[in-house]
């Protein structure tokens, strides 16, 4: 049975203010139990929204019992628990008062805009801004079809053969089960140059760049040379490293090495397999220089290895860290194979940069969910995840085929570039349109598009022609072929105004 008492507490106000009551209302629940917790919850709640104010003076323990007709006992605990908490003081002679550090919850700035002035009334977050009808945002996924039932399935092979001691902390650098699958499966898809003391398993691609970045800020390195265009999303990240971020030319054979040597920098970032955002992959005459340059310069490669599953014209080229694992080091993860979600990823290295990197793990978060690698481990040598990926390929293409012809036909003068290849298209507009204008149109009509500009360096920016980058992954084909309508609408109508 619920009871709801009403009590009535004497403010304490200065001497020449006109003393007044308000009523609290304490919810106790007795089938519940724990009733000092419950009251001392209703104290709680009413500082918290603003009903009690620092300074307000409680009942005694005796009036308040009996009012709630519990123990005194009870109510003491109460009081003592909230006591030590800083939630009341006590003062001999009088009383027991709400601290004055008690203070209630700030409304948040959305709350007060919407007519709720203070904490006292209940606070409702902003309703999320409605979907846009056609998603083309690159860089997601088609989370629907995420392997559920192969997961289930491998997850419960794995739980039924896990040792005891399996849950305990993990080794920082991964369970071996999973290092051991990835060194395989890397060595035979990538054709990277990796055993499972090579691999530490990393919360992600930016988990494993945010350590080797600082790595190398305290190994001396001063710069960081990164692809322009690069992911805008990254850069906060790299620029918090303390490495100053040069930023060096990609053209339709990839990163520019002799610009790269020019800049001093003995470290880059680079995404050879598939560039992000042009599409491009990186030449081999361009391979052969990235690696005789970090040799020159006694440099390291850190090798995002983007998109890298995803080649449909043609098996897709090896990784860098083959040619030479002692110089590169290979980032990859499932974020775009499975699903951000999982927070699952790698990074293969030379046994001295891997012992690093495992420190790293050791003494900043202790490693990667146990339960989640053993279950990536079991998908994996069991054949599932290369099904898996067999099957996303022949989706994603469909998907890129259906969006780049029906680009050819709605937006004439428009040019797709890339290779076809990842779950991205780079699209350059025809003569004349306006990049910004054209971004904000296709947002009014429901077509949500990333502008190219803000990927490129400010130097570079003017000069590069207006383009989009649009993901394609998520959409089926009829709708891909509708959002180019749309797309192609909102470029004429800026070529007609």
């Known amino acids: ?56 003076r409680l009942p005694s323990s005796r009036d308040l019992a009996r009012d709630l007709d519990v123990s005194r006992g009870v ?22 008062r709400i601290a004055p550090l008690a203070r209630p919850d700030e409304a948040s700035p959305a709350a007060v805009q919407n007519g709720v002035p203070g904490p006292s009334r209940e606070l409702r977050p902003e309703p999320a801004p409605p979907a846009p009808a056609y998603d083309l945002w690159p860089g997601k996924p088609d989370l629907s079809a995420f392997p ?18 399996a849950l305990t902390y993990p080794d920082p650098g991964g369970v071996a089960a999973l290092r051991a699958e990835l060194a395989g499966y890397l060595g035979r898809v990538r054709a990277a140059h990796a055993d499972p003391g090579r691999v530490v398993i990393m919360n992600g691609v930016a988990q494993g760049l945010s350590a080797l970045l600082r790595m190398l800020r305290a190994s001396g390195h001063t710069l960081l040379a990164v692809e322009d265009p690069t992911s805008d999303r990254q850069l906060p990240m790299l620029d918090a490293s303390g490495l100053r971020v040069i930023r060096v030319p990609v053209d339709a054979e990839g990163l520019d090495v002799a610009a790269l040597a020019r800049t001093g920098a003995r470290a880059v970032l680079v995404t050879p397999a598939h560039q992000y955002p042009t599409g491009v992959v990186l030449s081999p005459s361009r391979r052969a220089e990235l690696i005789a340059w970090a040799r020159d310069v006694d440099g390291l490669i850190l090798e995002d290895d983007y998109d890298a599953e995803f080649r449909y014209d043609r098996e897709p080229v090896g990784c860098l860290q083959g040619i030479d694992p002692e110089r590169v080091v290979l980032l990859g993860s499932v974020s775009k194979s499975l699903a951000p979600a999982l927070r699952l990823g790698w990074a293969v290295a030379s046994p001295a940069v891997a012992k690093r990197l495992r420190d790293h793990r050791g003494t900043t978060d202790l490693g990667a969910p146990v339960l989640e690698q053993y279950a990536l481990a079991e998908l994996i040598r069991s054949g599932g995840y290369d099904r898996h990926l067999r099957t996303m390929r022949r989706r994603y293409r469909a998907r890129r085929d259906a969006l780049a012809g029906a680009l050819n036909s709605r937006m004439p003068g428009a040019v797709v570039r890339g290779v076809s290849a990842g779950i991205h298209l780079y699209v350059e507009l025809p003569r004349g349109c306006d990049e910004d204008a054209v971004v904000a149109r296709a947002a009014r009509s429901g077509v949500s598009v990333a502008g190219a500009r803000p990927m490129w360096s400010p130097g570079r920016a003017g000069h590069a022609k207006p383009a989009l980058v649009l993901g394609y992954a998520g959409l089926s084909e009829p709708r891909l072929v509708k959002a180019a309508q749309l797309l192609g609408q909102a470029v004429t109508d800026g070529t007609e105004g």
């Open 1 to 56: 049975m619920m009871w709801t008492i009403a009590w009535s507490v004497t403010l304490a106000l200065p001497l020449d203010a006109e003393s007044h009551v308000t009523d609290l209302h304490l919810p106790l629940d007795r089938s519940a139990g724990r009733l000092a917790a419950q009251i001392a919850a209703g104290f709680r709640s009413a500082v918290r929204t603003g009903r009690l104010t620092a300074g307000t």
């Open 75 to 96: 109510v003491v605990a109460a009081y003592e628990q909230l006591t030590a908490e800083g939630f009341l003081i006590a003062r001999r002679g009088d009383g027991t």
């Open 148 to 165: 559920r039932e192969r997961w289930i399935s491998a997850a419960r092979a794995a739980l039924r053969t896990l040792p005891h001691d």
